[in-house]
């Protein structure tokens, strides 16, 4: 029987980009599924008192500086050197995650390979609607239906619930994996993962 990995994500978050990649190759290497489910990080944060660690660590001396340290052994590790820093960082992903909600299952993956490069790479701003509408243009998306869906009622509740199941759930932040019913946090756990899957 096909695993399934099933991603909670959101396009603001570094580790969200820099887990995309690797955990792909993970589940196309053990022949599993990603599934991914849009919530909103900052809907996040404030149901469970969550915040960012840049902020939350910024007065213990060394974590953050040791957070950086990991993070450039993992982007060496695999291969991930293009990435940058947004500048509009944190920005608002709402609209993004919404065109994610209103697509079917198997489409969801593509908009994502259009979109983190664009913001994790090549520092898209994610406010101007033209540039995005581009990108999405180019990856084969219609993006005026993708923005007019954003608008929905019936997407827009849904993600709203997505962030709310996720916390009842257990999550608390980005990249949030469950397998067989196991919550993995943290890109830091692709080897429990694989432990997980291959077991």
Known sequence: MTKT??????????????IWSPLK??????????????AFLGGMHKLTGNAP???????????????MLEMNRFIAKHGLTKFQMNPKFPFN???????????????????????????????????DVAAVGKILEQAGFDAQALFEATQDPAIKQALMDNTEQAVERGAFGIPTMFVDGEMYFGKERLGQIEEQIAG
Not at 5 to 18: H, K, M, R
Not at 53 to 67: E, L, S, T
């Open 53 to 67: 660690p840049f902020m939350r660590d910024a007065d213990v001396k060394g974590k953050n500086d040791y957070a």
């Open 93 to 127: 992903s709402i609209t993004l995650l919404r065109m994610v909600e209103s697509l079917d299952s198997e489409k969801r993956a593509g908009l994502i390979e259009a979109l983190l490069p664009a913001i994790w790479e090549e520092q898209l701003d994610v406010s």
């Open 25 to 38: 190759a993970l589940a196309e290497k053990h022949g599993a599924e990603i599934k991914v489910t849009p």
């Open 5 to 18: 990995i099933e991603l909670i994500f959101d396009f603001v978050s570094p580790n969200g980009y820099l």
